[in-house]
């Protein structure tokens, strides 16, 4: 499985760096040192190069690295726009994604929803995250920066004594100008997977 991630993104990385783009530096945006380009991504540092991505300074060849490579191919010009933020299911195409995104993005979190309240300055700040706009629902929420524009509103309900607890997780408004379809999904549940690696740690 992971010499077939390498490949792809050894091809999109081939893309990016065959014609690139003066602009890369401001459409991820990153910092761009020579040929590399340093920015965050769900929550570690990271470095792009033609040859190829490293995460927290370590060579990154699986999922991650891999979503990393299509977003820097999906890279414009537009500024990130958060609100309104959107339900994964209301996107077009998104249907035969939705199940996967509920049980690998939502659903994995709902039993952790109390230890991510006590831990969730850990979580913003390795996101680079911070409260939720006003109006967001829930007992508590916040937003985080999986990639440089594209982010994820998660909002959480704690257990009472009628409800168990749940978790929902939103997109930021212009995020499928930035990834496809196929790939939001799969940012969600690198994200929320992230969340519960940090709340390990702890």
Partial sequence: MGSNYEKIIRENLTRIYHNLSENLEKALPATKKENLFYFRAFGEDCCLGPEGITLSGRPAEGPKSLLISLYANH?????????PFQSFKDLPGSMPYHGAFISNSERILV???LRIKENQQIILDAFNGGRAPAGIAGDFSFVLYSLPKIALCYIFYLPDEEFSASATCLLSANASSFMPL????DVAE?????????????
Avoid: F, M, N
Avoid at 75 to 83: K, V, W, Y
Avoid at 182 to 185: K, P, Q, V
Avoid at 190 to 202: H, M, P, Q
């Fill in 75 to 83: 890279a414009g010009p537009d500024p990130i726009q958060l609100e």
């Fill in 182 to 185: 196929d790939g939001l999904a």
């Fill in 190 to 202: 690198y994200t929320s997977k992230t969340i519960l690696t940090l709340l390990a740690g702890t």
């Fill in 111 to 113: 039993s952790h929803v």
